[in-house]
């Protein structure tokens, strides 16, 4: 009612479970690009149905499939991360920033007003 979750159950942990940990790296939950950084700004477009989910904004994997438009080597993608920032919804613009290194793509996808709905991170690795 609220778009936000739901508290969780008594006893759903039990019933689904809750995993161990998988042994990897773990990032932090911010991404913070690298003071002095040049965005590329690319052009803008605007949230479709096809993006919203059953809360009618848009779906958080919507933000990482959105930004891969911009990766040129989709193969030697080691490590996503996305840091989700505001809702955006049907009808909303997007200005795609894109950030290009050696190592990484950085896409963030700002609203005309200049407040950041989400940051999506690639860093190529072998």
């Not at 161990?20 to 803008?44: F, L, N, V």
């Not at 059953?54 to 989709?74: E, G």
């Amino acid at each position: 009612d609220n778009g936000k979750p739901s508290p969780t159950l008594p006893g759903m942990a039990e019933v689904f479970g809750s995993g161990e940990k998988i042994d990897m790296e773990y990032m932090g939950r911010k991404i913070t690009p690298e003071a002095g950084i040049e965005y590329e700004t690319m052009p803008s477009f605007q949230i479709e149905k096809g993006n919203l989910d059953t809360n009618n904004h848009v779906n958080n994997s919507q933000y990482v499939k959105l930004a891969s438009h911009y990766i040129d080597d989709v193969d030697n993608i080691r490590r996503i991360r996305a840091e989700y920032k505001q809702q955006a919804y049907l009808g909303d613009t997007f200005i795609p920033k894109v950030y290009k290194s050696d190592d990484k793509v950085l896409v963030v996808f700002e609203s005309t007003e200049e407040k950041n709905y989400a940051s999506v991170e690639f860093t190529y690795g072998n």
